[in-house]
């Protein structure tokens, strides 16, 4: 599905969209859906409460919300009666969770971070210590590899 020459211009894809504004979710699932071929009005708008943990709370990482919406996109179900499609994306998605963790040691953005986003002295350290182009765009860049890798795998399983 995706050669290395994709992967690299969609991780260098995610990093632009991040740098011009757009928050970590939004950058994921922007670059990592248009990869793939889908192109939506909701693509990013469904993301964009999901940046700094969501709304800055520091919960999960917002590259690894992205990427599970992604996850949803592609191999999601359409009607609750699909059982099995809802059975196999949670277990994709719990994939995608444990490699992200283990390449950050966390999921959670405060942990990942070292910071307190919804704070004023969190937020100023973010930006003193410059995490967004360090500490996150590094999160940013495991979360689109590891996710588009999964999705090459899951691609030949399904074959």
């Not at 950050?104 to 405060?110: E, F, K, L, S």
Request: proline share 1%; net charge negative; charged share 25%.
């Amino acid at each position: 599905m995706f050669d290395a020459t994709t992967i690299d211009a969609t991780v260098a894809a995610s990093l632009e969209y991040f740098n011009d504004g757009y928050n970590c979710a939004e950058a994921v699932l922007l670059a990592v859906s248009r990869a793939a071929g889908y192109d939506s009005p909701l693509i990013p708008r469904i993301a964009s409460g999901l940046g700094g943990g969501i709304g800055r709370q520091g919960e999960v990482c917002g590259t690894l919300s992205g990427g599970a919406l992604v996850v949803g996109l592609l191999h999601g179900r359409d009607r609750a009666d699909e059982v099995e499609k809802k059975e196999a994306v949670t277990a994709k998605a719990a994939e995608l969770v444990r490699r992200f963790a283990y390449l950050n040691g966390a999921i959670c953005c405060r942990d990942i971070l070292g910071v307190e986003l919804n704070t004023e002295a969190g937020s100023r350290e973010f930006h003193d210590r410059n995490l967004k182009s360090t500490t996150c765009s590094v999160a940013m860049i495991h979360a689109v590899r590891t996710l588009m890798e999964l999705l090459n795998e899951w691609e030949v399983e399904r074959g």
